[in-house]
């Protein structure tokens, strides 16, 4: 149990472009879900913290008109990297928790190189 | 002071051996704590939970509580070399009304044969 599917794995594009990365709980509805970055040899850093039907919480630094996110229902979260840059190419890893003290479980993650 | 701190590593332990990663905390108001693990170039996948003192047993892992002294661990017993990652002890911290999950920077576990 406790399955969260990250989609695409991977996304090469061109500067300028936005990208849409879904994250979505298979077979648990989550109250809240959360995006990372992470770069190489780096830790998790927490971008923002997403409730269904509210607006995101971003962390201090993070830009929210740049990282668009959508919590549209229980099981389905959406970042949308606009207009992205080469500094914006890394790891990002969604994850999702059922209720406030239980873990969270992360998808796979989506590898992004902008070019 | 980090509030979740851990030794960096590399920890090098040979197969078959026990594992012992340790962790420790700074805010008393943390309830629930996690160890995750997270091979290079993929996601961290959780391996255990533990939210009250003493120890809890999965298989080869033991967590190891002691909220008096602020302090989580890890055992691995029979270490293999598939084993071998970087462990991730988290605790969830009361932040502005929700639960925020905090994690440490990591321990690199290698088990050599």
């Known amino acids: 149990g406790a399955v969260v599917s990250q989609h695409p794995s991977w996304v090469i594009c061109k500067s300028g472009t936005s990208v849409k990365i879904e994250c979505r709980s298979l077979?648990?509805?989550?109250?809240?879900m959360f995006w990372y970055r992470q770069f190489p040899k780096q830790s998790l850093m927490l971008m923002a913290t997403s409730n269904e039907g509210s607006k995101a919480t971003y962390e201090q630094g993070v830009e929210k008109d740049k990282f668009l996110i959508n919590h549209a229902s229980l099981t389905l979260s959406t970042l949308t990297v606009t207009s992205a840059h080469p500094e914006d190419s890394s790891f990002y890893i969604c994850?999702?928790?059922?209720?406030?003290?239980?873990?969270?479980?992360f998808g796979d993650g989506t590898r992004l190189s902008i070019l | 002071q980090k509030e979740v701190e851990q030794n960096s590593g590399p920890l090098s332990v040979p197969e078959g051996a026990i594992a012992s990663l340790n962790c420790t905390y700074s805010d008393r108001g943390s309830q629930s704590f996690f160890w995750y693990r997270q091979y290079s170039g993929k996601s961290p996948e959780l391996i255990m939970s533990i939210y009250s003192n003493g120890d809890k047993e999965d298989g080869r892992f033991t967590a190891q509580l002691n909220k008096a002294s602020q302090y989580v661990s890890l055992l691995i017993r029979d270490s293999q070399p598939s084993d071998s990652a970087t462990y991730l002890c988290a605790v969830n911290l009361p932040v502005g009304g929700y639960n925020k999950l905090i994690f440490g920077a990591g321990t690199r576990l290698a088990v050599h044969p």
């Open positions: 994850s999702a928790r059922k209720e406030a003290n239980q873990p969270q479980h």
């Open positions: 077979d648990f509805q989550a109250t809240t």
